[in-house]
């Protein structure tokens, strides 16, 4: 059984800076697929941005220059890093892990950029 647990959100400023960290615990090892999604209040989740056990990385348009994905397989994490924020960008963020059929969420943190 895998567990995730993502930190870092919270309120910022439109073009502020967050890093979320998803810590997964358990049998969790470098050759899962990360990824970290979004759900804004109304909207359908979206996949934000992935990144592959040899370190391949895919993002969303919307993000795509302002987000960075990584990950740090001997501390079992994963980082996204936001820049630019804008006020669409106001979502919860959620970790995912997904291997074969395996499939692992978090309980997701809040992120919201107003001024």
């Known amino acids: 059984q895998v567990q995730l647990v993502e930190s870092g959100g919270g309120l910022v400023q439109p073009g502020g800076s967050l890093r979320l960290s998803c810590a997964a615990s358990?049998?969790?090892?470098?050759?899962?697929?990360m990824g970290w999604y979004r759900q804004a209040p109304g909207k359908q989740r979206e996949l934000v941005a992935t990144?592959?056990?040899?370190?391949?990385?895919g993002y969303a348009d919307s993000v795509k220059g302002r987000f960075t994905i990584s990950r740090d397989n001997a501390k079992n994490t994963v980082y996204l890093q936001m820049n630019s924020l804008k006020p669409e960008d106001t979502a919860v963020y959620s970790c995912?892990?997904?291997?074969?059929?395996?499939?692992?969420w978090g309980q997701g943190t809040q992120v919201t950029v107003s001024s």
């Open positions: 995912h892990a997904n291997r074969a059929w395996l499939n692992y």
């Open positions: 358990g049998r969790l090892t470098g050759t899962y697929t």
């Open positions: 990144i592959t056990s040899g370190g391949s990385t």
